[in-house]
């Protein structure tokens, strides 16, 4: 036992613990008055022991087969999960605009008798708008059980249900032109369950991203990151023109495949996510980022509001403090917090109520500008 052992400032080690499982990280700490750092190594033990549960199968197999002496894990890692919750999330929102490209073959407007029933009809846009509002109301409301199931399952499973729910909602989308459903309350209905499964998108990229990327440079990563919605809005655009493009020779195109062939590029994207995406750094042996470390730093007179401070930041897998302030590692995580204590958080609200006017205008563009610019163009 060495002298800082001794005193207190040092966890004991484990003499039989594997550190070969692990890869250390410098915490700091402020304990009693004195400053000093320790080496976290295995943070939260019961990472390690649901490998298959946290870790897809072909991870596991890269590891074990010893792929990583060549690459540096922690830079593959985190540009393996920007790249895939990138393109996660742009297929959601790829899989959004195909209705508003066949709006203009649902709904023609010189000529809406050529249409496709009952949104040929005078009052077809008040159908079509009916139709987005579904979904939109479902969404929003979905948001909120979304968020609040995303803090407490596999992120992994529930960003790949989501992404294949998006793919059926979207694929049930076409079956109408070669089933001929001409049922309203069919596209409500998918609309709606479409909407519940969109939700699951946002909270689990953020999350996912929070814990791999800290501090350094978020602007510039995340900057570039959430380009996925614009990427996502141009290739929802461009893959459901090619047959959505109603000639006086043509009327009625084969629409459907406007929303099939979108359907089947995000099923494919799922299990890319399914089959490499690593949620938590932790979960393969690495230290987190440095803002979900910052919670370890603790004087002896904040001691009592600890577990409100780990609750909002969320700490490094379950870590505690004693008495003393010096950090210990415990088998449980940290509880996710409640949509109250959510809402207290400062800039919460504020930032709420901006993001919904700026939606508010970016929904308008993203399902109606395709119709109206073919309508007032004359295309």
Known sequence: MTSEERRGLLPKKEEDEDDSSTESSQVVFNGGGQSGSFALTNPDPHYYSRGPLHVPLLVQLSISLGLFKYVPKPIFFKVLVYILTFIGY?????????????????????????GWPPFNTDDGKTLLGG?????????????????????????????????LGSAIATMLLGVPYYAGIHLYAYFI?????????????????????????????????????????SVGNIVGTIVPSFWAN????????????????PSLIMAVAAMLVFTLLVVDPQHVGLSPPVHTLESTKFSDTETNASDERKA????????????????????????????????????????????????????????????????????
């Open 131 to 163: 139709v987005d509002n579904a979904w939109g109301f479902s969404y929003a409301f979905a948001m909120f059980f979304s968020g609040i199931i995303a803090d407490r399952v596999n992120l992994r499973y529930f960003l790949t249900m989501g992404m």
């Open 189 to 229: 209905l998918v609309q709606i369950f479409g909407g519940v499964m969109q939700s699951t998108g946002w909270p689990s990229v953020v999350s996912i991203m929070s814990h791999w990327f800290g501090k350094q440079r978020r602007g510039l990563l995340m900057g570039i990151w959430n380009a996925h919605t």
């Open 312 to 379: 909002v930041v969320g700490v490094n897998g379950g870590s505690s403090s004693t008495n003393s302030g010096v950090p210990q590692t415990s088998p449980s995580p940290v509880q996710a917090i409640g949509f109250f204590r959510a809402l207290m958080i400062p800039g919460v609200i504020e930032y709420s109520l901006a993001l919904f006017f700026n939606k508010l205008v970016s929904y308008t563009f993203l399902f109606w500008l395709p119709y109206y610019v073919k309508t007032s163009m004359k295309i």
């Open 90 to 114: 742009a297929t959601y929102h790829m899989s959004r605009k195909p209705f508003s490209v066949v709006k203009v073959v649902l709904n023609p407007p010189n000529d809406s008798s050529n």
């Open 246 to 261: 109603p000639t006086h020779s043509d009327p009625n195109p084969a629409w459907g495949l406007s929303f099939i062939v």
